[in-house]
């Protein structure tokens, strides 16, 4: 599915998928809302999550923190549909434009995972809350799953 | 201006800034239009690049390519003038929203680094361009100048 890279016309001028996996095997994905543009999240896929992704019409990644192919909503149902699917000049980064069930697309609850503005006042930054409230409880959500989240 | 991270609390339900910067010391970026929401370009920050695109409102990133500071337009005069800030869940991903002189982002020359679309026809991947034209002639623009992509 994926053909390789040779000249850095093929990748940026051509119509073939070169995708660039980093020395980790896998590319940054930016995930934005098909009908607002509203950027929902930031992830990663492998290629596994990448060949699913295209196949199959929904967000697979690949969770860093569990280290294995992570289906979208298959614990919290919020699962992504893909819509449209681009990539960049250098094919090293994947655009997914998806619908979501249940307006849904941050563990912490809220709908987007891009929920705090970071504002500068009097040299020190702050960071302000942009959605007022979650859309779920992710305790109820998902229980005694593991956060996905590390530090 | 950054603070350190202790608890995935602090992190993810807090107003303080706690920037997560990987191995590398960079911290990935999305950037979108202001006023469309359009996603233009995915990129990289140091802190010297994120410590000043807060202060001085207009988009610094790291290039990895030539592994120093960017200031984004320096060289094409395609200056990126930053509107919000925002941060991701686990403070680990940057969401830049800005207004771009020229409307140019991408340095082949289009509106937006993501000017093609992944197909898939009888189970094989094909690239089509979403954008019609370029916007600027790249060898006009850069001349001489480094390419900043590399494979």
Redesign the interface.
Known sequence: ??KQ????KD???????RP?FNHEGLI?V?T?DFV????L??AYMNEEALKLT??KKEAYYYSRTRKCLWHKGSTSGFVQKVE???????QD?I?LKVKVDGNAS???G?NS??????K?ENG???????EKEKIFDPDEVYGDSP?P???
């Open positions: 599915m994926f890279r040779k000249s850095v990748v940026e001028e051509g119509n073939e998928l660039k940054p930016v934005t607002t543009n509203k950027l999240m930031h295209i196949t449209q699917i681009l990539i960049d000049d250098d980064c655009w941050c563990h912490v809220y995972c891009f929920y705090r503005e970071i500068l020190n930054t702050k960071l302000i809350f942009t956060n989240t590390i530090l």
